[in-house]
């Protein structure tokens, strides 16, 4: 299942999309995202935390299925709440926002990830300026966030955008305790902290 949700442009958008549909990497799936990126790195237990809009938008429940993932236990009346395990991984979806919009730990260290959506194949200035500012924002909240968290991640949509801006935010980021990470179409992370480091 892709992360990616294509959509046609409104027709103020229309000139501006590359490709006929708009590419929405919803926030969702970039929580979902994070997640599995979180389980490749040796994570065993992951939460996310999205709102309602955010199952409205993305087929949460079906992307895990597709993963291999089983509910193994309900949580509240929102329907994607639960617990779900594949092999010895487990994932929570909780619907309770101000906690990080996923949560980790990995190899001993709690890990708060913020996590931002958006159109990743526009060149609307508009949605640029979007992509921009949600960025800023996932920052923010990180800067303004927990204490307890031993590593902080911003992340993203991969667009141009993005990266010029993540390149030039790295290095201060960096000095602050906040790591940015790009997510692709595809579901795949790269850290910029890895670009400013060298």
């Known amino acids: 299942m892709t992360f990616i949700t294509e959509k046609p442009p409104p027709n103020g958008r229309a000139a501006k999309c590359a490709g006929q549909l708009e590419e929405h990497l919803y926030e969702a799936a970039v929580m979902l995202a994070v997640a599995r990126w979180m389980f490749e790195l040796g994570a065993e237990k992951v939460c996310v935390h999205p709102d309602g809009m955010h199952a409205k938008q993305f087929d949460i429940c079906g992307w895990l299925k597709n993963e291999g993932f089983k509910r193994i236990a309900e949580r509240g009346k929102t329907r994607e709440a639960g617990t779900y395990t594949r092999c010895h991984q487990t994932l929570e979806v909780e619907f309770m926002p101000g906690r990080g919009d996923v949560v980790a730990d990995l190899k001993g260290r709690r890990v708060?990830?913020?996590?931002?959506?958006?159109?990743?194949?526009?060149?609307h200035p508009g949605q640029q300026s979007r992509l921009r500012r949600?960025?800023?924002?996932?920052?923010?909240?990180?800067?303004?966030?927990?204490?307890?968290?031993?590593?902080?991640?911003?992340?993203?949509?991969?667009?141009?955008?993005?990266?010029?801006?993540?390149?030039?935010?790295?290095?201060?980021?960096?000095?602050?305790?906040?790591?940015?990470?790009?997510?692709?179409?595809?579901g795949d992370v790269q850290l910029c902290a890895e670009d400013a480091q060298g």
């Open 112 to 123: 708060v990830v913020e996590t931002k959506g958006g159109i990743i194949n526009t060149r």
């Open 134 to 186: 949600h960025l800023y924002e996932a920052v923010g909240m990180l800067l303004d966030g927990p204490n307890d968290a031993d590593r902080l991640i911003a992340a993203v949509p991969l667009h141009r955008e993005t990266q010029k801006i993540a390149r030039r935010m790295a290095g201060r980021c960096l000095d602050a305790g906040i790591e940015i990470a790009l997510v692709s179409g595809k």
